[in-house]
């Protein structure tokens, strides 16, 4: 399958040109081609970041203005002689972090928790069957069918609607559907 390296191809040409260089017919794609473009391609997921490490949850308990304001207000008052006020400025410090970091670290753990209950599912033509699979194995050259209230599964090239419209207010802040057409 020859892909341009910026992939702005897939945007210009005219739809046959696009299902042949994709290799797509009306029957979709056969499913050892499909796996061996999941091994290319790689699934079809959106990078959710790395995992956020606990020494960097840490850290950013401490990278706040007035919290390196009031650490440098403990350690002048450490070398006044006011130990006491040093302290007890360092433990207000030390215990907002310790519940920052707290309260960080399971949203955190509560979020990739619900990661994995929520499974996109996507309709797909494999081999002349429409097929509902997890829409992180679709893969370039896929045909997918959207129906009312569906997610859209990926980055995809509109080949027939009728009277589609989406609603982009996720990505652009736009409140009202947008029609879409294939071109």
Request: proline fraction near 4%.
């Amino acid at each position: 399958m020859p892909v341009v390296e910026d992939g702005s191809w897939f945007w210009r040409c005219q739809i046959p040109e696009l299902m042949s260089r994709l290799g797509a017919d009306g029957k979709g794609l056969s499913f050892e081609e499909a796996s061996i473009r999941l091994a290319e391609y790689g699934r079809n997921e959106t990078g959710t970041g790395r995992k956020r490490q606990i020494l960097h949850i840490v850290a950013s308990q401490f990278s706040n203005a007035l919290v390196l304001l009031l650490m440098a207000a403990a350690i002048i008052a450490f070398f006044l002689g006011e130990t006491i006020e040093a302290a007890v400025i360092l433990a207000i410090v030390l215990f907002n972090a310790g519940l920052g970091f707290f309260q960080e670290y399971r949203a955190g753990r509560a979020l990739e928790e619900l990661r994995g209950y929520v499974g996109r599912k996507a309709k797909v033509m494999r081999q002349g069957e429409i097929l509902e699979i997890d829409s992180a194995k679709l893969v370039p050259g896929d045909i997918a069918y959207l129906n009312i209230g569906d997610v859209v599964p990926a980055d995809i090239r509109l080949v027939w609607s009728d009277d589609f419209v989406l609603n982009e207010s996720a990505l652009t802040g736009e409140s009202i559907p947008v029609p879409k057409a294939p071109h």
